[in-house]
Nanobody
Framework: QVQLVESGGGSVQPGGSLRLSCVAS????????MGWYRQAPGNQRELVAG????????????NYADSVKGRFTISRDNAKNTVYLQMNSLKPEDTAVYYC?????????????WGQGTQVTVSS
């Protein structure tokens, strides 16, 4: 069973930075996508950024929501089963609970694992 533990959330002023981390424990299928989603009150959960497992220790392809492009950077360390989200130039609209996700991709199935969520609050 895969377990995800997030850390790094908190409160910051607009324009500030935070770095989220998520450590995955257990056996993860080699082909996977690690990502971050967020959910603000009254909104649906949305994808923030994702990164594929790739063939190197630092992973492969990345994708971002348009709203965070140029401000957020996702990265991973496959040796540590860890994914990071560096968030710069934070805005009040970035306030949400951020969830770590691992999606295992097999030929005939996909399996999702979720962290418990970490609160990010951007406010002056």
């Amino acid at each position: 069973q895969v377990q995800l533990v997030e850390s790094g959330g908190g409160s910051v002023q607009p324009g500030g930075s935070l770095r989220l981390s998520c450590v995955a424990s257990g056996s993860i299928f080699s082909v996977n996508v690690m990502g971050w989603y967020r959910q603000a009150p009254g909104n649906q959960r949305e994808l923030v950024a994702g990164i594929t497992s790739g063939s190197t220790i630092s992973g492969g392809l990345t994708n971002y929501a348009d709203s965070v492009k140029g401000r957020f950077t996702i990265s991973r360390d496959n040796a540590k089963n860890t994914v990071y989200l560096q968030m710069n130039s934070l805005k009040p609209e970035d306030t949400a609970v951020y969830y770590c996700n691992v999606k295992e991709i097999r030929t005939l199935s996909k399996t999702d694992y979720w962290g418990q969520g970490t609160q990010v609050t951007v406010s002056s």
